[in-house]
């Protein structure tokens, strides 16, 4: 939809814009009921989409310091639907993203610790990471 491609945009603006944009967010109340309601509509048309695009939606929202119910919602789900599958998640490009998301905004703290260190004992196995450190 054209919301979700304005707040990707939005979320990949330099820091002085996304600060900018996080204030008007912030400061005006009807911008903020607006912003979400859009994502309430988002978060539901994406109910059933793959975990990368929610992710990405969910990593927009922390570039953006925007933690609204529909983003907290957003991030929730995706947490208890990930759970059970962490170790092939944590292999995924986006995943990354999505446990900086979590962190960023202060949500599902434990589940950001493990996604992390699932994420480097994953992409760096034991032996990567002692002969980088012999080296």
């Not at 927009?60 to 907290?72: I, K």
């Not at 998640?89 to 949500?107: C, D, I, K, M, R």
Request: charged letters at 25%.
């Amino acid at each position: 939809t054209a919301f979700l491609r304005l707040w990707g945009a939005l979320a990949e603006l330099p820091s002085e814009g996304r600060d900018a944009v996080k204030a008007h967010i912030h400061r005006l109340k009807p911008l903020r009921t607006a912003v979400e309601e859009r994502l309430v509509d988002a978060v539901d048309h994406l109910s059933d989409a793959d975990p990368r695009t929610r992710s990405l939606l969910a990593y927009a929202c922390a570039r953006l310091g925007y933690d609204g119910a529909a983003a907290c919602q957003l991030l929730a789900t995706l947490c208890g639907e990930l759970q059970m599958s962490m170790r092939s998640a944590a292999q995924e490009p986006w995943w990354p993203l999505y446990v900086w998301s979590l962190a960023e905004l202060g949500l599902e703290l434990d589940f950001a610790r493990e996604g992390a260190e699932t994420f480097i004992q994953e992409r760096y196995n034991g032996d990567e990471v002692t002969a980088s450190v012999d080296e």
